[in-house]
């Protein structure tokens, strides 16, 4: 097992997303391990993040406009590092960065939305930031987009977008969009039934 946490811009580094997202691991074929190992190196790139953040600096970007730091002063306030825990904080920042079109921020206000967290719990909203962040590409927001047309929470129940934004996310690997777009075509649920591409995806 070889393991590599690389970061693209280490002047700007202000996100442990960012980092997260650019883990690249090869290991052996366990789909197990491909979701374990992440969650084990997460601990230490959480608080890499935390040493190495200058948080005054970080605030006086954020505040001078750009984007990525307003997003990532938003996550300090949302995990309280460098700052007291502040999710009404959190959301400010974020809704600033996320106003300006910065994908990743737009995706933790539908998070944020969507589980109530330092506001009232409100689907519709979520479903507006996910799709915001989904049409730029983000994986994370393609697949919980799904999730609400496949439920029906915050917009019309509908398999067949539910399956659209599946496939968007499973074909930049998502795994856990892949099983779900298998089990659509399992089920025949917003696409025809298809059992060689449900095990297409399954696997």
Known sequence: ??????????????????????????????SLMLKVIPLLCLFCVFNAWAESVDFEQLKIDAEQGNSVAQYALGESYYYGEGFEQDYKEAIKWYRLSADQGYSTAQYSLGYIYNHGEGVVQNYKEAAKWYRLSADQGDSDAQYDLARLFYFGDGVNQNFKKAVKWLRRAAEQGYSDAQFRLGYMYDTGEGVRKNEKKAITWYR
């Open 1 to 30: 097992m070889l393991l590599f946490c690389t970061v693209s811009d280490a002047s700007h580094v202000y996100s442990k997303r960012v980092i997260v997202c650019e883990l690249s691991i090869f290991i052996g074929s366990s």
